[in-house]
């Protein structure tokens, strides 16, 4: 079945600092791939996507871009503000029959000082 | 009012309770979900609906009991919960489930806590 797998927190980073979490996958066939973020207290909020390979997903000073030849999609963004902190979560939704469902990661947690 | 809304943000219940959390979309999506998220461990995926169809119950005890009475509303009711069930439960909502093109669109949550 489907996976997710994404670098072990935390992640603690002054401001400024540039940020990567890595982020792997399995899937059969072509998944979209997905970061959501979740600030304290609230629920996951759509950050950015990518549907094919080779697709860089972008908002907010983030990017990821969709490697098929590494199956992977590490979020990067290169200089962080306080205001990044909170737990990022990497995910996949698979093409066709039952694969429907979005698999998410365990979850990173960044904390960046001022 | 646009999103997804839960309701209510936080819960204190006892064992012998019963009490309902509500989820509301107002973005047309057909697909309705329900997550629970305990600390350090990852997000479960409790129940999905389809166009107000059950179409995933993923093992859950049956002291969680979903109900979808349309495309907009998705509620769970809870009975007899134990303290292990207090976590954030949260809920979101799709397009076509068959789409993978599509995220998902979550609500802020409710926090439970079982005493």
């Known amino acids: 079945g489907n996976s997710v797998t994404q670098m072990e927190g935390p992640v603690t980073l002054s401001e400024e600092a540039f940020l990567t979490i890595n982020c792997t996958y399995t899937a059969t066939g072509y998944p979209s791939l997905f970061w959501y973020v979740q600030y304290p207290g609230e629920g996951l909020q759509l950050l950015l996507k990518a549907t094919k390979a080779d697709d860089k997903g972008s908002n907010k000073g983030f990017e990821a871009t969709y490697r098929k030849e590494t199956t992977s999609f590490h979020l990067e963004k290169g200089s962080v503000q306080v205001s990044d902190s909170a737990v990022y979560f990497c995910a996949l939704r698979g093409s066709g029959g039952s694969n429907y469902k979005l698999t998410f990661g365990k979850g990173t947690l960044l904390t960046v000082n001022p | 009012e646009t999103g997804v809304t839960q309701t209510p943000r936080h819960l204190v219940m006892g064992m012998t309770n019963k009490k309902s959390l509500k989820c509301e979309q107002h973005l047309g999506h057909n697909a309705m979900y329900w997550y629970k998220q305990s600390a350090k461990k990852p997000l479960e995926l409790m129940f999905v609906y389809s166009l107000e169809e059950r179409v995933e119950n993923n093992s859950v005890p049956s002291r969680f009991s979903p109900e979808c009475p349309n495309s907009s509303h998705l509620f769970l009711h809870l009975h007899t919960l134990q303290p292990e069930d207090s976590a954030l439960y949260l809920c979101?909502?799709?397009?076509?489930?068959?789409?993978?093109?599509?995220?998902?669109?979550f609500g802020s949550g409710t926090r439970l806590t079982v005493v």
């Open positions: 979101a909502s799709s397009q076509d489930p068959r789409l993978a093109n599509y995220g998902y669109t």
